[in-house]
C-alpha cells in the first residue's frame, strides 16, 4: 500500500502513524522522518520558506522513487507526504515513512526515499532571509547521500 500526497496542508504525524499501522500486523518494523522548517540556514535567520512544484509531475517522482526502494527492501506500506507552498520556521515539510517485516529494511528505505527525494523529485525551495528572497541551490551532500544508494 503506497500513500503519496502533494499538498498545502499540515499533516497529524499521529495520523499518519495510524494509518499506516492500521489493519497491519505483519510488519514489525514502522519507520518515519518528519522534515521541518528550520529558522537558520548557514548562519543566516530565515523568516519564511516557500516550496513549489511541478504538479502532476511531483507525485509520478514520488511514486517512482517509492517503487525502487520496494525493489530494494521488502516495504509493504510507504507513505509520503510533501508540503508547498509558503512555511514559517517550525512547520512540518515532509513526512516519509515505511513499514516492513523487519527494522533494517523499513530504515533503510526510509533514508533511501528520503535521500532520493531531495535530489530528485522536481521541488523548488526559496528561503526568505535577511538579506531577501532567494532560490536554494542543490547541495553536494544531498548529491553524495542519494549516490550511495
Not at 66 to 87: D, F, K
Not at 94 to 117: C, E, K, N, Y
Request: glycine fraction near 6%; hydrophobic fraction near 40%; proline fraction near 3%.
Amino acid at each position: 500500500m503506497i500513500h503519496i500526497a502533494v499538498q498545502t496542508a499540515d499533516f497529524s504525524v499521529q495520523d499518519e502513524y495510524d494509518r499506516i499501522c492500521a489493519h497491519n500486523s505483519a510488519d514489525g518494523g514502522v519507520v518515519f522522518f518528519v522534515g521541518r522548517v528550520r529558522d537558520l540556514n548557514e548562519g543566516e535567520a530565515v523568516y519564511a520558506m516557500t516550496l513549489e512544484h511541478y504538479p502532476g509531475m511531483t507525485e509520478q517522482s514520488l511514486m517512482a522513487i517509492v517503487s525502487e526502494a520496494q525493489t530494494r527492501w521488502p516495504l509493504s506500506r510507504v507513505r509520503v507526504i510533501h508540503r508547498v507552498g509558503q512555511l514559517t520556521p517550525g512547520e512540518q515539510i515532509v513526512f516519509v515513512a515505511t513499514a516492513s517485516p523487519h527494522r533494517d529494511a523499513a530504515f533503510a528505505g526510509a533514508q533511501f526515499i528520503m535521500d532520493w527525494l531531495k535530489t530528485r523529485a522536481p521541488i523548488w525551495k526559496k528561503e526568505n532571509t535577511e538579506r531577501g528572497e532567494h532560490w536554494l541551490e542543490a547541495k553536494l551532500s544531498d548529491a553524495d547521500k542519494a549516490d550511495q544508494w
